[in-house]
Structures are given as structure tokens and as C-alpha cells.
């Protein structure tokens, strides 16, 4: 009991004060060189790796208290996809660390040079709620690979998985680098004031635009891991039960819609429409049955400022009508069942907002091809999709949209595929992990160039005669 009275005290009076106290302890431990150890960087990945396996339940648990999120989703994209990320980097640690060696020119004959990736020092991790475990633990794997200390500051939109994170990190990595601090606004706050050696933000952008002003400040470099409307652009003539079930998944199946790179609206032609709006209806139906509001297979919305910002959405006199699935929603329960609207205006809300949940409309165009300048008519995306047999077409999509990351005849994979950068793109954001992008993301790659005593070339000494330009 005293315990827990001592622990909410610490809490209450996490401030700047604390926050640079934090910092200036674990520049302390940077400073000893400990982190930068090969060995360091291993066990704590394995630890990591430990933390995963012993935990399952509590993990499945706490994502169960803060979002209904079914098991299966919490044991495979969230604790499965970290525990990718540490076998990863343990795997391949030795090479990303190993000095690269360089070429070196005629001017500076005789020379050798290499590119030492060096730890950034002390960095700051803030995460989201709708991926409260792997958004916080995924940066952690690159900054310790990468050698650096280190705090985390997850969502308390997630308050289960928050404090879950805080008391495991505390007993399974190392608390002389590796911190947790809980907290909202305030404690960011304090935590945004002191001097980093880079900042890694996921969450909207409105955030990451103060992130990036605080970080400016010392000149401290950021990465932002931001959102979007990520379209989907279906092509006609194409195996459209497949193509759905691949939306479904990368939609509803990841988290009811509240993820980064859930398709967030659809665009295919006129034509096309009413066969894909009747193959979705089948599949969802297939899928999460007549009444979806009792499915256990859907997350539910994370709280009621997100539960009324998508009724808002739905509720707009401009889409009245536009309904043609879906549209059952459970207040009480902060439930909202998958919903198809179609032909939604683009100037509707839906259509100029990122809509982070259960709410999917379909857009129609004349021709395909209209689709690429519409979307590159709007804020660069996290991800964009098509679905299409067409060679040419899918040729145009590569070459055409700017977006984080592409992906054809799929959604949500390619944020598995720890060979590509992810990351977004303008609005979307800036920087990418995964992978070694993620040990990068916390590397300084320092070039040192090593020349010998011997052989002095005169011509770059004064005086500046004009027979040595001529040299
Ligand atoms: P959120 O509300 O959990 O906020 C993110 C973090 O910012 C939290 O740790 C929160 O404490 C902190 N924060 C909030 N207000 C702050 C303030 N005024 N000052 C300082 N810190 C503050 O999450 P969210 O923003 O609702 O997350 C959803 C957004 O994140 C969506 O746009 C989504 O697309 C994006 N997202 C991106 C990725 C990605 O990998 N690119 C992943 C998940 C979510």
C-alpha cells in the first residue's frame, strides 16, 4: 500500500524539473559507454524477446481492457511482430554494427575511410493507443540495437497497456537506460522541453506539428510517424472475393479500422460499384455475421470522443442516404458495426478527415485511371492500394501516387515485410523504420577518414602560385 501511495506521488510530480533529472541520469549511463555494447544491445533484445513469451496473457489482456482487441490480433501484429523485430536485429546485429569501409578519391591520396554507425545518445519514444504494444516496443528494438538509452512514453488512451509496458520494461530490460514514462499532455510536455538526440513520434499529425517545434528548439532530429487517408483503388474485371476478404483484413481485421494503414476510403468506377458493394456485404457477413455488434472478432472503438467523432461522420446531412451497410452502432458499449457508404461526396467530412475506424466510403470515378489525380490532388498518404490484373495500370499507380508505401492486390502486408522502409511521405510524415531502417533511425553514421604522415602534397598550401592551378 505505502508502495503504491509512493509510486502515485512520483507520478503526480513528473514535470520538467523530473523530466530533465531523467535525462541527465541516463546521459549518465550513455556517457559510460555500457549501451554501446554489442553485448548490452543483445541481451536486452533477448530480454525483450523474454518479456514476449512470459507475458502473452497480461499483453492479450490489458489490449482486451483498453480496446476489445481479439486475441488472435493482439498475439500476431502486436507481441508476433515485435518478436520479429528483436529475432531481426539479433540475427543481423553484427553486420548493421560492423564499420563500413568507403572509397576514397585522388585528393586525398594516401587515405582509408569508413562509416562508423555511432549511437545517437539519449532518445524519446511517444507512442498510440491503437497499437499500444508494438507502436511502443517496435522503436525501443532500433534505438537498443542502435545503442542509445532510452524513454518511452506511451499512449494513456491505452491505460491498461501503458501501465502493463512501464511495470514489465521496469523488470525485464535495463531501468540505468531504458525508462518508461506514463502520462498525457502534461508530462509529454515536460518531456518535449529537454534536450534529445532525436524524438520518435507516432500518433496525428496535429501532435507531431508540436513535436516539431519542441524538437527545433535544440535542434534535436524527428521522426514522425503519421496518418492519412490511405485510398484503395479497385480496377474492374478482378477476383473480387479474394480482393475483399484482403480489404476486410486490412480494415476491420486490424483493430475495427483504428490503424495507420487501414483503407480509408474506396475508389472504383460507376460500373464496377454495385458487384463490389454486393461481394463486400457477402464477405463481411461471412466474416463477422448478421448482428457484427456482438461479433468478438471486432475491436471496439477506443473511447467516446472517438465513438462521437465517427458518429459525427455518419451523421453528416451530405452522406444522409448514402449508407448501403453497416450503420448499427452500440453507445453504451462504444461499438460500431463495419459500414459501406457510397458515392459520399468529397466534400463530405468523411471524405476530409483520416477516419480512423469502422466507416468505409466508396468514391466513384468514370474511368480508373481518374483515380490517381484524385489522389494526388489530397495530402500524401501512409499507404495507398490497387487492386487490378491490368500491367499498365498498376505500372501508372507505382509511377504516379506519392505515398508511404505501395501496395498492389493487398492491404496492411507490406508493414510486415521488414526488407522495405516504413513510413510515410509529406503528411504522412517523415522518416521510416523496420528492420534495419529502424537501427538506421537511431544511428549517426560518422565518417572518419584516416590519412598518413606521409607524402604532403604542397598544392594546398599558400602561397597560391598560378603554376600549382595548373598542376
Ligand atoms: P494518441 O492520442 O495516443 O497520441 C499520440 C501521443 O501523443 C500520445 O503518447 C499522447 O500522449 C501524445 N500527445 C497527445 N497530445 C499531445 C500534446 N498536446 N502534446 C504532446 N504530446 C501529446 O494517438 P493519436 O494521435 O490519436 O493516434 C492516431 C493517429 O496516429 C492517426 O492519425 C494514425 O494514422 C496515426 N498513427 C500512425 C502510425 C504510423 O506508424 N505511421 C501508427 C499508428 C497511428
Redesign the pocket.
Known sequence: MAGRVEEEEEKAVFDAEAAGALVKELRGTFSSGKTRSYEWRVSQLKSLLKLCDENENEIAGALRQDLSKPELETIVYEVGMLKNSCRVALKELKHWIAPEKAKTSLTSFPSSAQILPEPLGVVLI??????PFL?SLDPLVGAIAAGNAMVL??????PATSSLLSKLLLKYLDSSAIRVIE???AE??AL?EQKWDKIF?????R?GR??MAAAAKHLTPVLL????KSPVVIDAGINLQVATRRIIAGKWGCNNGQ???SPDYIITTNDYAPKLVDTLKTELERFYGKTPLESKDLSRIVNSNHFARLTKLLDEDKVSGKIVYGGARDKENLKIAPTILLDVPRDSLIMNE?I?GPLLPIILVNKIEESFDLINSGTKP?AAYLFSNNKKLKEQFVMSVSA?GLLINDTALHLAVETLP???VGE??MGAYHGKFSFDAFTHKKAVLYRSLVGDAVIRYPPYTTGKMRL
Open positions: 511517444i507512442s498510440a493507443w491503437n497499437y507502436l512514453k506511451p499512449s494513456e488512451i491505452a502520462g498525457a499532455v509529454t510536455t518535449l513520434y507516432t500518433g496525428n499529425g501532435v508540436i513535436v510517424e503519421l496518418g492519412g490503424a495507420c494503414i483520416e480512423f501512409l508511404g516504413f513510413g510515410g504522412s510524415g
